[in-house]
């Protein structure tokens, strides 16, 4: 293949002239005797033993609330992610170790219910007007930056403390623009001074090849799931037929589905980038990819019983926020137990988000060894606001259905 170890020269390394910016991290990590990974290594790890990743496996990519095993959920997507964008790196020559943690990390701050969940919390949160607005690219690198913690050798919590590469690669993914060439900026900056996702592009090359991976590994996925489904007939995939000869003729893909559509894309992707040029696919397959889009966004992304479980979603996420606001006046009275009782699941695990990220009751705070920082202060009401917003964004579908059953049985 031509192109090969193309981007050599531009890898995230010490020879970088970004490198001691790429691996600047807030704080000083804890070393441990013969530890053998180097700092992406590390992030990539301290990203897999997160509760945040573990959570991923039951929250939505395209269906709801998923009980079919052989059914894409976000856990899922982020490996497939992952796979995608350490081949590409291995190929053009750029760092696989730091792709692969942008990777595993890059949806840690999605919603329960996918994008139908973000646009909920969006809502609520320019309602409440606590911090702009809610995207879940912001919410990855709040959540690994403030909320995800692990033990250190002494048994505290911390927080996870990532470099500033994968930090940005997280905030940087947005993969749902088009534009035709990917280059990355060359101005280091602020990351909470980003307003919107896709503002920026990411700060290294291997975090536009994650952001290009995320196109690439989702297109195929979403059909195959479809087909799982059964939401397409005869004529949809007739349709999908005439896309592939209208955009790539007689080339090698002769069906739509994730293993041809992966391998064809990272190929055409690896021939055609270049370090003067970007990242960038040929006209025939970005007008294939386009296309593919549009079809997926008729034909899957609003199927009518999608659009009605949305309906669902909404009123289990607004419940949810309302529920809790109402503990507001008992929470600064020190009776939480009190306004939630019977809720169970509330009352075990909003207590213990409330000891762990506020400053509700600091000894025990201290009695688990909770580390990491303060987050929301309980006196201050819009920083109460947010903290409910991020308690939800944290849920599976299943545990935020689980909460809704709780409130509306009587």
Same mark, same amino acid.
């Given at each position: 293949?031509?192109?090969? =170890? ?79 964008? *350490? ?45 702009? *607005?809610?995207?879940? +690219? ?33 905030? !940087? ?10 280059? %990355? ?11 919107? %996702? ?9 975090? !536009? ?36 000869? /209208? ?20 190929? $055409?992707? !690896?021939?055609? *980038? ?8 040929? $006209? ?23 659009? +009605?479980?949305?309906?669902?979603? /909404? ?17 600064? *009275?020190?009776?939480?137990?009190? /306004? ?15 000891? #762990? ?7 025990? #705070? ?6 990491? #920082? ?12 947010? !903290?409910?917003? $991020? ?6 579908? =299943? ?12």
């Amino acid at each position: 293949m031509k192109n090969k =170890q193309a981007f050599i020269h531009e890898m995230a390394s010490p020879k970088n002239q970004k490198w001691v910016k790429l691996i600047k991290r807030e704080n000083e990590l804890y070393s441990r005797k013969g530890d053998i990974r180097n700092d992406f290594e590390r992030d990539y790890t301290r990203l897999l033993h997160s509760y945040g990743y573990r959570r991923l496996k039951n929250k939505t990519q395209v269906f709801f609330a998923v009980k079919n095993d052989h059914v894409c959920t976000r856990i899922e997507h982020v490996n497939h992610v992952a796979s995608v964008s *350490s081949t590409i790196a291995k190929q053009l020559g750029l760092n696989d170790q730091l792709t692969t943690a942008i990777a595993i990390g890059h949806d840690i701050g999605h919603a329960p219910f996918g994008h139908h969940g973000e646009k909920c919390l969006d809502t609520i949160t320019k309602q409440i007007k606590t911090d702009g *607005s809610f995207w879940h +690219e912001r919410n990855s690198l709040f959540f690994v930056d403030n909320i995800e913690t692990l033990q250190d050798t002494n048994g505290y919590e911390r927080n996870l403390n990532l470099t500033y590469a994968v930090r940005d690669g997280l905030i !940087c993914h947005c993969g749902e623009l088009n534009e035709k060439t990917i280059v %990355p900026r060359t101005d280091n900056i602020d990351l909470y001074g980003i307003d919107k %996702p896709g503002e920026y592009q990411p700060y290294t090359w291997e975090g !536009c090849v994650v952001k290009i991976s995320d196109k690439i590994s989702y297109l195929g996925r979403d059909i195959e799931d479809a087909i799982q489904y059964k939401i397409f007939d005869m004529s949809l995939v007739r349709q999908l037929r005439k896309i592939i000869k /209208s955009t790539l003729g007689d080339m090698s893909i002769k069906t739509v589905n994730n293993t041809v559509l992966i391998n064809d894309l990272i190929v $055409d992707l !690896c021939e055609t *980038s270049g370090p003067k040029k970007g990242l960038c696919f040929s $006209d025939k397959y970005l007008e294939f990819i386009n296309k593919v889009k549009e079809f997926n966004y008729e034909y899957i992304y609003k199927y009518w019983r999608i659009e +009605e479980f949305k309906k669902y979603a /909404s009123l289990v996420i607004n419940t949810i926020y309302l529920t809790l606001q109402k503990t507001y006046p008992y929470i600064m *009275s020190g009776r939480f137990s009190y /306004s939630i009782n019977g809720f169970q699941l509330l009352e075990k695990y909003f207590m213990e988000w409330l000891i #762990k990220y506020t400053n509700y009751d600091l000894d025990k #705070k201290e009695y688990f060894h909770y580390s990491n #920082k303060l987050v929301y202060s309980i006196a201050d009401k819009r920083s109460f606001d947010k !903290c409910v917003v $991020d308690f939800i964004s944290g849920m599976t579908d =299943q545990f935020a259905i689980r909460v809704y059953n709780e409130i509306i049985e009587f």
